[in-house]
């Protein structure tokens, strides 16, 4: 395949590039929790989780007793290569892998 100007064009791997943007326009960056590399917020994999500042033993105790432990929401943001080698995302076989 050859463009109007003469040069050769590059293969699409994707037809999304990757990404989850649609027609949205620009979207922001965000930064890799891992490496620290900036990504676009569409395409890197984010991570939520609750974070409790006290022991899980003691606050199995305090929930008996009534009391309300107040846990911490965590956001973590990984970039593609990051997120399949901390295992976050597995590589899927051809066949199950959308086309």
Known sequence: MTTPYGGLELAKKRKSGGRSKGKSGKTGTVQCSKCGRIVPAD???KYTRRV???DPQLARELRKQGAFIHTK???QYYC???AVHSGRVQI???GK???
């Open 73 to 75: 929401k965590i956001t």
């Open 52 to 54: 409790s500042p006290v």
């Open 92 to 94: 899927r076989e051809e």
């Open 97 to 99: 892998r959308r086309s």
């Open 43 to 45: 395409k890197a994999k």
């Open 80 to 82: 593609i290569s990051c």
